[in-house]
């Protein structure tokens, strides 16, 4: 841990609260199951939220079971995902995850995750090729209900400019630093609200220091201003 963490975990708490002042608390969208959501994620993979959307939806209206998909021909699978990219990679690998599940658990459920602790469920869902941190996070805070913290692009991207991350340290160790920052009770809203204002305001290119409630905090704007 970095020597001057407990002033990293106030300064965390301080942007979680503005956040909360400026967008609200939000809610995920509507939860899903566990095998739902992280075929969902594994979709989201290097695209966004509406072709990922499109790609699970033709999914579910061709199949009625995840069973229907593990068992289908490989090439149906990559044709129905293909609006969502990397259909020739996401496709096998999808197929792949839902025998293993089955291969290991006799059924695809996850269900029995909740009672693993959270470093313990999320060894278990990485093991799986295709299933990083961020996607293995996503299952357990948003569809199991076990605290993680994940990191996305918006997140690394954000986190490295308001310095509540070493600038070395990558998207898979980001992780866990950024989840010894927050209460686990903070996570989700947390989450969804850093990846806001990576959307809306602190962008990849130009961010609209402007417009940002956290500019006296962010390690950036103290060092590039406007």
Known sequence: ??????????????????LL????????RDPLPAVDELVSTILSQNTNDRNRD??????????????AVRDAHPQQVIDLIRPAGLGNQKGPRIQTV?????AERGELNLDFLKEYNAADAQAWLT?????????ASIVLQFSLGIPAFPVDTHIYRVSGRLGLRP??????????????????????PGHLNLIRLGREICHARKPDCP????????????????
């Open 98 to 102: 839902l025998r293993q599940i089955t």
């Open 21 to 28: 002042d400026r967008f609200g608390l939000p809610e995920w």
């Open 211 to 226: 417009a940002c409630p956290l500019t006296d905090l962010c390690d950036y704007f103290q060092l590039n201003g406007t």
């Open 1 to 18: 841990m970095p020597t001057n963490q407990p002033e990293l975990i106030i300064k965390a708490m301080e942007i979680y609260n503005r």
């Open 167 to 188: 600038a070395a340290l990558d998207a898979n160790q980001a992780h866990p630093h950024l989840a010894a920052l927050f209460p686990p009770e903070t996570y989700g």
């Open 54 to 67: 499109i790609a699970f939806n033709a999914l579910r209206a061709q199949f009625p079971t995840w069973e």
């Open 127 to 135: 093991r799986f090729k295709g299933v990083g941190p961020k996607t």
